[in-house]
């Protein structure tokens, strides 16, 4: 082999090293870390809602004894909960904006029957002092409180994945090797933007 052959190969042993070199690290692999980060929040998510939907039978059941007269409530609760459970979520719910609202919408719902099912309980004093009642109660609102940090590390993954999708240099890799897309958020409800009215 001549000198000139054994330089060359030399050459491009080199570039090729500086260009993996160069690859390792520019962020190549940013993107699909972040996407897998927001996908193991999205499961803790999903994780708590089911928390929420498997404590939901119980406490209707419990209520029910006390609040017969109750009923539209309670079943507009089992409604909602069927609903909420009903929707198929998996990892492409976060990328497709119809799907996620749908999902969102569905357990908006449920929070909302769910609060008017605590807020009857308040006009049963013999349901307040039930020991059942009130651990399941405790441990809906630890499972609420759960579902708002979830959903906050969701949101804090995503806003990670998102900025580095949509800005330079990850939105080149986004765009031609990672085909990525931007991943959705929760937003709040719209009752939720409106002032309590408090009467005295």
């Known amino acids: 082999m001549s ?6 190969r030399t050459r491009i042993a080199v570039v090729l090293a500086a260009l993996g070199l160069l690859l390792a690290g520019c962020g190549v692999n940013t993107i ?12 803790d998510v999903q994780n708590q809602y089911q ?4 404590l939901i039978p119980n406490l209707v059941e419990t209520v029910k004894g006390y ?6 409530t309670l079943t507009q609760v089992v409604e909602a909960r069927a609903k909420a459970t009903s929707i198929k979520v998996d990892a492409s719910t976060i990328t497709d904006p119809a799907k996620f609202k749908e999902f969102q919408d569905a357990q908006n719902q449920l929070s909302g029957v769910l609060g008017r099912l605590l807020a009857i309980t308040e006009n049963y004093p013999d349901l307040k002092a039930n020991q059942n009642f009130l651990a399941l109660q ?5 499972t609420e409180n759960r579902i708002a940090v979830a959903r906050r590390d969701y949101v804090n993954a995503v806003q990670a994945y ?3 999708v949509n800005t330079f240099p990850g939105l080149l890799w986004a765009k031609f090797f990672w085909h990525a897309k ?4 929760f937003e709040a409800t719209p009752e939720s933007q409106k002032a309590p009215s408090v009467k005295f």
Do not use: I
């Open 51 to 54: 928390r929420r939907a498997d």
């Open 67 to 72: 609040a017969r007269h109750e009923q539209d």
């Open 182 to 185: 931007a991943m959705q958020t």
């Open 32 to 43: 699909p870390t972040l996407e897998e980060a927001a996908k193991a929040r999205w499961s």
């Open 138 to 142: 405790s441990q809906l609102e630890g």
């Open 3 to 8: 000198d000139s052959a054994v330089m060359q």
């Open 162 to 164: 998102n900025t580095e």
